[in-house]
């Protein structure tokens, strides 16, 4: 299995308080299990993703060292983000990149400007149902300016979450993958896939 040592990088440091805004939750990165168990039940060969609160860039370096993808990490905790990009240095000194960029930028996840060629979305519970609002709607514009199919996967779900995106927004679940090992003893240790334009 995939880990930070086979990546270079440096993510799996214990939980860590983002900020003291109600908006923002802690940083806990996806556990590599979880993240082989969603390439293997879905493909992102030709996507492009963005990871909101990518905090250190654990899912940006997996998915691109896996598929080959354009990746962009959102963090806006100037902590974590300076992580990303001493682990982004340390991924790349180690490889030569054939296909897929990989970045990072510094910024609020409601307030970044969706590109035309962007169509996976990830989060694991980054922040608050307000600003996961805000940002669906950032990624509705962009497809409504720019029709595309896109796809957002959601880890860890919250119920606040996955209500909001079957009420609000014209996507529709299409699938939910278990992280096996994990999801035996919480529930909530899975994927949940939502398509839009299929």
Do not use: W
Request: net charge negative; aromatic share 14%.
């Amino acid at each position: 299995m995939i880990n930070d040592q086979q990546l270079s990088i440096r993510t799996s440091s214990l939980l860590e308080t983002v900020s003291s805004s109600i908006h923002h939750n802690r940083y806990e990165a996806t556990p590599y299990e979880g993240l082989e168990a969603l390439s293997e039940a879905y493909s992102l060969k030709g996507r492009s993703l963005v990871d909101y609160g990518c905090g250190k860039g654990r899912v940006s370096f997996y998915f691109h060292h896996r598929f080959g993808i354009d990746v962009t990490g959102i963090e806006m905790n100037p902590r974590l983000y300076q992580a990303a990009l001493e682990n982004q240095a340390s991924y790349l000194a180690k490889r030569k990149l054939k296909k897929g960029s990989i970045q990072f930028e510094r910024a609020y996840a409601e307030k970044y400007e969706v590109k035309a060629d962007q169509d996976v979305f990830y989060f694991f519970n980054p922040f608050s149902l307000q600003l996961f609002s805000a940002v669906l709607s950032r990624i509705s514009s962009s497809l409504e300016k720019h029709p595309r199919q896109a796809t957002i996967i959601l880890y860890y779900p919250t119920v606040e979450y996955i209500h909001h995106i079957e009420e609000h927004s014209a996507f529709h679940l299409t699938q939910q993958i278990p992280v096996p090992g994990l999801v035996e003893n919480n529930h909530n240790e899975r994927f949940v896939v939502f398509e839009y334009g299929e």
